[in-house]
């Protein structure tokens, strides 16, 4: 952390901070947490103000407290403020639910504090603090190891740096926030913490402000071409004025009502409510929803890159069928290799564990065996001999020497004792096991043993492997059946990916991240050639980080829907880069920041339960929207040709009040029952408009058919047009709502209630005069019937239009062009060529640096080895290059060539 004074960081290993000194640098420095964009609940109300539906209803209110109309104005204000009150207490209650969930992924550390060891929340260390690691700790913060002189402890560091194997930290090493001690155990000190820590500074590169999503950008277009015929309306409204000459107040009358009808505020509000309570109930299932519209974005993909290790796998090792030579036993090979392990659980690796649960299951009475045998010599595993050996003395009293290593290890062990090679077919079954084991890509161990004063002998080969969550397969398969495809992204060698890939049915075609090119000029596939082989591939092996960003740009340039999954920080801008990005169980603090949706359930499944609720909660807001559309069109045409030919229309007051019927009795949708599609679904705007405008047009014949009745008959049109326009417009919901008839798919208790109290209310309205002359309870009777078969015909057209193949591709598929094969080709050789510019100026750099270090050979030999070995031996990670720019090339060099 920059800024602190190496004095601060001089904490007595013994004694710690004192609670006064931790809560004095608290107040300094802010706790140990990655720092979130808050927006005060204030401003997130006043949101609901902003926008351009927003805007024209403002001016609307301006407009009728221009005219004095102060009935009017209090309704237009109401409108505003109830729609801006339901938007925020739905988004509240989901963000509570929210941050109720994300409390049970906080993170405890054992510190020094006053001299004695405490366990305390992660968030509250603090520079200096001590703490304590062991085994299987995640490192709180950023330290520096001190203490003892001969402290070593080994460190998983593959979240931050991508590297699969842990790295050796000693005395004054570095050890960074994130990071898993996997042996030995240290004390620390506290370098950095929260925002100034490695993880901090990563997570503020994908930090910033949020792009606009997909479904923002619809409304937005809904909005502003609802807002074109409400302009295109008011034009024709002008005309009509001009050549009627009507005074200019009678006209802005006109502009009141029309704008008030067309201009749907309650938009934004229930499509927030919808994705809110959705939100809600996806916590439920253990998702948490950072972004409320990749909801919907979820709803639309069709393509999953998912990680292997601890998303469709366990990761936990296990042993496979073994292979056993003919002189021995299953019994005999676990109980010589369990004997060879470290049976304490603090020092046992992942390999041991596996080996002893084994034992335990499937050898119940040699485990029994090997528990009462004596360890009198263990020599832990060196990397020169490449096994582990171990002498014991059985309960009979005899000595008993095991080992277990590399295959080709424990077979020259067994050659050097028996003076030559494995006799046939011994040597060649045993080499065929290796060969076969290698293939699938399992990690072989050979086992040997020796008795008293006879020779070795090898036992066998045990093989290990991380097996897939006993419900992968199951959710793999009900993902395809949702139309999903999913692509394996994984840093193991293709051998093991392949493996579990035709274990799990997800396809063969599973290749090496070198075909991928990325970083060379002349390896690889080329522009569209590369495009289509990333399309058809099933998955790849040994990807580094830019791989899977390269994977990922690669599907949406070809108009995917991508969602990622991920845990580290190096996983971070490929989850923003995402469409959806997804942080799997145990994920890093960097990228669950960078995520849209966080799983606290293991593994996949609960991506199934978020798939099947984001198609429903799109089903709402579809319909919700192409009856909101319908509704606004359905007025600007009656009310435009009603002020046109006859010079006069309902009044505003009424117009305000259908307003607040259709927007206020809907606002249960986000309750209402829904259907979910089979496959992915996407926005299709020209149908949905096109659709929309139909109803529209039958609602405005149905409502001129009422007036122009009305007139014929002598009778006051306004109590019956507007009964009509209530009734029609809170039904066609029901239509809206489903693909089929209304009444196969039944609506859910809330949305019946609050329609049928709208339909009460609107007719007693009528009934009774309010604000206009009474009917009587006949004729409203009849006026229910009449809406009724508007309503009808409203239904049987939206049905036969919906499920008209010809409207999708009159529509959308026609002007959907992909991205021509010439034009990817073209955009591949301006990359290269980019390329080879930055390769010819990295070039001029280094023969730079090389007259530099001619003229001045000691300052440069100093400067050489000041880097690479300072940065090794601090633990620094190794894609942390940028004061080292000579080594910026080498080191992308070495990330991408597996």
């Not at 950008?217 to 024709?236: P, S």
């Not at 991240?513 to 399309?535: A, M, P, Q, W």
Request: charged share 20%; glycine share 6%; hydrophobic share 45%.
């Amino acid at each position: 952390m920059t800024g602190i004074p190496a004095s601060m960081l001089d904490t007595n290993p013994a004694v710690g901070l004192t609670t006064d000194e931790a809560r004095i640098r608290r107040k300094k420095y802010g706790r140990n947490e990655l720092t979130e964009e808050k927006t005060s609940h204030f401003k997130q109300f006043m949101q609901a103000f902003y926008g351009p539906i927003q805007y024209m209803i403002e001016l609307a209110a301006i407009l009728a407290a221009g005219l004095q109309d102060w009935i009017e104005l209090g309704l237009i204000c109401a409108l505003l403020l109830i729609n801006a009150v339901v938007g925020f207490v739905q988004e509240y209650q989901a963000g509570s639910t929210i941050a109720e969930l994300q409390k049970t992924l906080a993170l405890h550390s054992t510190v020094i504090r006053n001299g004695e060891r405490k366990t305390i929340e992660s968030k509250l260390l603090v520079p200096g603090d001590i703490i304590c690691m062991e085994e299987g700790d995640i490192v709180p913060a950023d330290a520096k190891l001190v203490g003892d002189p001969d402290t070593y402890i080994q460190v998983d560091q593959s979240v931050i740096t991508g590297e699969s194997l842990a790295a050796r930290k000693h005395l004054g090493d570095a050890v960074y926030s994130s990071s898993t001690v996997k042996h030995g155990s240290a004390l620390a000190v506290v370098t950095a913490t929260g925002d100034h820590t490695f993880v901090g500074h990563s997570a503020q590169l994908v930090r910033g402000s949020q792009t606009e999503g997909n479904f923002q950008r619809i409304i937005k277009r809904i909005g502003y071409f609802l807002i074109e015929l409400n302009v295109l309306a008011l034009f024709i409204t002008l005309i009509n004025v001009f050549y009627r000459g009507i005074d200019i107040v009678q006209y802005l009358r006109f502009v009141l009502v029309i704008t008030v009808s067309a201009v749907p505020i309650a938009l934004p509000a229930v499509t927030t409510t919808t994705m809110a309570v959705g939100a809600q109930m996806l916590a439920k299932k253990k998702a948490i929803v950072s972004r409320l519209t990749a909801i919907e974005a979820l709803a639309g993909v069709d393509v999953l890159c998912s990680d292997k290790t601890g998303t469709l796998t366990k990761n936990k090792l296990t042993v496979h069928d073994p292979y056993i030579v003919p002189d021995s036993s299953l019994e005999e090979i676990m109980g010589a290799a369990s004997l060879a392990s470290v049976r304490k659980r603090k020092g046992a690796d992942a390999i041991d564990t596996a080996i002893i649960k084994a034992t335990r299951r499937q050898c119940p009475e040699e485990w029994h065996r090997v528990l009462c045998c004596h360890v009198r010599v263990f020599f832990p595993f060196n990397p020169v001999d490449k096994r582990v050996e171990t002498r014991v003395r059985d309960p009979d009293g005899n000595t008993l020497l095991c080992a277990k290593g590399a295959p080709q290890a424990i077979r020259k062990l067994v050659e050097e004792n028996i003076g030559g090679p494995l006799p046939d077919p011994q040597g060649r079954f045993y080499e065929d096991a290796i060969i076969e084991f290698a293939s699938r890509g399992y990690r072989s161990l050979g086992v040997a043993s020796k008795r008293n004063d006879d020779p070795w002998r090898i036992l066998g080969i045990i093989s290990l492997y991380d097996p897939p969550r006993h419900d992968t397969k199951e959710t793999i398969r009900k993902a395809r059946e949702l139309g999903l495809r999913i692509k394996m992204l994984t840093g193991d060698q293709v051998a093991i990916a392949k493996d579990l890939a035709l274990e799990l049915n997800l396809g063969d075609r599973i290749y090496d991240s070198k075909r991928l090119g990325l970083g060379t000029i002349t390896e690889g596939l080329e522009g569209s050639t590369l495009n289509d082989f990333v399309e058809e591939a099933d998955g790849f092996g040994q990807v580094y980080p830019e791989h899977k960003h390269q994977v990922v740009d690669i599907l949406q340039r070809r108009n995917h829907l991508v969602a990622m999954t991920g845990d580290g920080v190096n996983d971070a801008p490929s989850l923003k880069k995402a469409d959806v990005g997804i942080a799997v169980e145990g994920a890093t603090d960097a990228a669950r920041s960078a995520s849209d949706i966080v799983f606290l359930a293991p593994g996949l499944s609960a991506i199934i339960d978020a798939l099947i609720l984001s198609r429903r909660i799109f089903h709402r807001m579809h319909g919700y929207c192409q009856y909101r559309i319908a509704l606004s069109i359905h007025l600007l045409i009656y009310l435009t040709l009603s002020i046109v030919i006859f010079n006069y229309s309902i009044g505003a007051t009424l117009v305000v009040f259908l307003a607040i019927f259709s927007d206020i009795a809907v606002l249960t949708i986000a309750y209402d029952r829904a259907p979910y599609a089979r496959d992915p679904v996407k926005w299709n705007i020209g149908k949905l408009m096109f659709i929309s405008v139909i109803l529209a047009v039958i609602l405005a014949i149905g409502t001129f058919l009422m007036h122009t009745g009305n007139l014929a008959a002598d009778r006051d049109y306004k109590p019956r047009v507007f009964l009509e326009i209530a009734l029609t417009q809170s039904w066609l919901i029901f239509s809206t709502r489903t693909q089929g008839w209304f009444f196969v798919y039944y609506p859910s208790w809330q949305l019946l209630l609050a329609v049928f109290l709208v339909d009460i209310f609107a007719s007693i309205m009528a009934i009774f005069g309010w604000f206009q002359s009474s009917i009587n309870v006949v004729e409203a009777i009849r006026v229910w019937f009449f809406s009724f078969g508007v309503f009808v015909v409203c239904d049987v057209v939206h049905r036969v239009l919906s499920e008209t193949s010809f409207i999708d591709y009159l529509m959308h598929d026609m002007w959907r062009k992909p991205v021509p094969r010439a034009q990817e080709d073209w955009q591949y050789l301006l990359t290269k060529t980019a390329e080879l510019h930055a390769l010819a100026d990295a070039l001029d750099e280094t023969r730079k640096h090389s007259k530099v270090a001619a003229a001045a050979p000691a300052t440069v030999e100093s400067k050489a080895e000041k880097g690479p070995s300072a940065g090794a031996e601090s633990g620094q990670p190794q894609g942390d290059v940028t004061k080292q720019p000579r080594r910026r090339r080498a080191g992308k060099a070495k990330a991408t060539s597996p």
